[in-house]
């Protein structure tokens, strides 16, 4: 018989990112998550808190985010929880590799206490893991292999600590055993009948640098305790041992009390009951926004401040790769003012001959013409709108490419004009979108563009010498914040005016092929 006051699991561990939709794109279409609820930070209610889990939605399957727009990214280091593990079926491993390598994303392979452990970043830099554990996959007749191979909820969290005693010292309070140990990791287990979700590890280096949150870390681990009177109990028994712990703060689907471990990590220890169907049915968990009460009087407003988890997708032309040595890049083809979704096709399949594209239209009509986004005079932008269509078509670009099995690390921008200019704007807010760009006639888009580390992209900047729309000392601008981001910007002058030529198609076609021979 389990004993009352021990730990029963991870309930749930909550982590911080900075797009909301490119969020869901990844845990929903490459993790095959389901979206158990879409809710508000109590705290901040213009802020989405997104909850993924299994079908039901049961504790130690519950993955959170807080998607703050725009947040810079954080450091994962010690007084963190740097890697998420979830549970994948034994077998498994080789299954998942190749799905995520077809989808960009780079993975080490690695065994642990025996078992084969996948590890690899989300799109803003989150540490996760699958680990072959949960025995053989229950395959039934008919099941794919997205059925068969799917995640079964948490495997483990590890935290990163300077020091082992007093963290171990309070996992012992809390019911953990250790029970195994690999140099300077060592594994805490929880006392769970499921097996799932069992296990904190920690991993102690004296020397590791101080973490700090941002997009891409994790905020914190909660465990699980499954009646509101073992939770008191918790609040009593921490409190007097030297705990600061708060009153419980009642959370709509669990209760929840918090208090910071001596490594520095943010525990909370939360109620399984009463769970996600209290106010949606199970079948239509996640499917509409659902409010805490207090916030409900606030709808419309929230509603409208929201962005959307899954934007309309813009009107586009994908062609498919149709060479065989073309390899797996997608080149992003972007017209510019007036243009439309056929435009640039034909300098696309100049420049890249044979490889995949996605041309979308500019959602953003000026006196009938199609742009990407707003501007309020000739060479003056509306900030505001180039920044949200930044973003909006980022989360298009990464639907789309993983919609057709492109993969994430390989999209490359061809921008003319406007084109360009939204492509730069992508590259500032949205680094992990592009890995090259080849900008005709670009412009700097945002007069103060966020600090950003470009490091390893490639861009090609080509002027016309005879260009009377674009002002020189504004291309000079873009290249400086380009280069000083860290980018390898190479410039190019054609003998041309505003418009694209052969000679840009040629020096661009020669500029990709070196990087794509």
């Known amino acids: 018989m389990t004993d009352k006051r021990t730990i029963r699991g991870i309930h749930h561990i909550t982590a911080i990112t900075s797009s909301a939709s490119a969020n869901v794109t990844f845990y929903e279409n490459i993790l095959g998550l389901r979206l158990v609820k879409q809710t ?3 705290d901040d209610p213009f802020t989405y808190h997104l909850y993924y889990g299994d079908r039901e939605g049961n504790p130690g399957t519950i993955l959170t985010f807080f998607p703050w727009l725009g947040l810079p990214p954080g450091k994962s280091g010690a007084g963190m929880v740097t890697a998420i593990a979830f549970e994948i079926p034994t077998g498994s491993a080789g299954y998942w590799q190749e799905r995520l390598h077809r989808h960009g994303i780079e993975t080490n392979k690695t065994l642990r206490f025996g078992d084969e452990v996948i590890s690899f970043a989300d799109p803003h830099g989150l540490g996760l893991e699958l680990i072959a554990s949960g025995g053989p996959a229950l395959e039934r007749p008919g099941d794919t292999a997205e059925l068969a191979y799917r995640i079964r909820g948490f495997h483990s969290a590890t935290e990163l600590t300077k020091s082992l005693q007093p963290t171990q010292e309070l996992l012992v309070h809390l019911g953990m055993v250790l029970r195994d140990r690999d140099g300077s990791r060592f594994r805490f287990a929880m006392d769970n009948d499921e097996f799932r979700a069992r296990w904190y590890d920690l991993v102690v280096d004296p020397e590791a640098e101080k973490g700090q949150q941002g997009s891409g870390t994790v905020h914190h681990i909660a465990f699980r305790t ?3 009177e073992e939770q008191k109990q918790w609040q009593r028994s921490l ?3 030297g705990y600061q712990v708060t009153p419980v703060r009642d959370r709509k689907y669990f209760k929840s009390i918090y208090f910071h471990e001596p490594g520095g990590v943010l525990f909370e220890i939360a109620t399984d009951p009463p769970g996600f169907a209290v106010d949606e049915p199970l079948e239509d968990l996640g499917r509409s926004l659902q409010l805490p009460p207090q916030f409900e009087s606030w709808r419309a407003k929230i509603e409208a401040e929201l962005p959307p988890l899954r ?18 890049m997608t080149l992003v083809a972007l017209h510019g003012t007036g243009g439309d979704e056929q435009d640039l096709l034909p300098l696309a399949q100049v420049v890249a001959s044979g490889a995949a594209i996605i041309s979308p239209r500019g959602q953003v009509k000026e006196n009938g013409m199609n742009r990407f986004f707003r501007r309020l005079a000739a060479g003056v932008f509306d900030e505001k709108d180039v920044v949200r269509r930044a973003h909006e078509l980022a989360d298009f670009l990464l639907i789309t490419a993983a919609g057709h099995n492109r993969p994430l690390d390989k999209l490359v921008a061809l921008g003319y004009s406007n084109g360009a200019n939204i492509a730069a704007a992508v590259m500032f807010l949205r680094p992990e979108v592009f890995s090259e760009a080849i900008l005709l006639r670009p412009m700097l888009p945002l007069s103060q563009p966020p600090a950003v580390d470009l490091s390893g992209k490639k861009v090609l900047i080509l002027r016309g010498r005879m260009d009377k729309m674009i002002p020189a000392y504004s291309t000079d601008q873009l290249i400086k914040v380009l280069t000083d981001a860290g980018a390898q910007v ?7 005016g505003h418009g694209p030529t052969s000679s840009d198609s040629e020096v661009a076609s020669q500029w990709l092929a070196d990087f794509h021979p």
């Open 40 to 42: 508000v930070n109590f």
């Open 226 to 228: 499954p009646t509101d």
């Open 239 to 241: 409190g007097e041992i």
């Open 311 to 328: 934007p309309p997708a813009f009107v586009h032309e994908f062609v498919g790769p149709r060479a065989s040595g073309s390899g797996e």
């Open 490 to 496: 190479e410039v190019r002058t054609i003998a041309a």
